[in-house]
């Protein structure tokens, strides 16, 4: 059983920046993609962002590029995801997820990841 738990949640201004950290207990990390999603109070579930198991690929919901960047250090078991000019309309429970790697790249969807954090919440004021 994998373990993915994320750190680094809180209460930011808009136009700030935020981090947020995943961990994965697992052996053969960097066989996995990694992934964030997010859920916002009465919404669905949606993708943020993944990275292949070698960190040279990554995707990102349209909402969201130019302003988060997605990394991953396999040495560490670890993933990250930078936000930058944080709007009110991404506060939001965020998740980290892995997966089983299936290539080169990563796909930005729900079923393509088997273990999931309890989430970090990010509340972002105006």
């Known amino acids: 059983q994998v373990e993915v738990a994320e750190f680094g949640g809180g209460l930011v201004q808009t136009g700030g920046s935020l981090n947020l950290s995943c961990i994965a207990s697992a052996s053969g990390f960097d066989d996995y993609v990694m992934g964030w999603f997010r859920q916002a109070p009465g919404k669905e579930r949606e993708g943020v962002a993944c990275?292949?198991?070698?960190?040279?690929?990554?995707d990102y919901t349209g909402g969201v590029k130019g302003r988060f960047t997605i990394s991953r250090d396999n040495a560490e078991n670890m993933s990250y995801l930078q936000m930058n000019s944080l709007k009110v309309e991404g506060s939001a429970m965020y998740y980290c997820?892995?997966?089983?790697?299936?290539?080169?790249?990563?796909?930005?969807?729900?079923?393509?990841?088997?273990?999931w954090g309890q989430g970090a919440e990010i509340t972002v004021s105006s």
């Open positions: 990275i292949s198991w070698s960190g040279s690929y990554t």
């Open positions: 997820a892995d997966g089983p790697s299936n290539g080169a790249e990563c796909e930005l969807e729900s079923i393509r990841f088997e273990y």
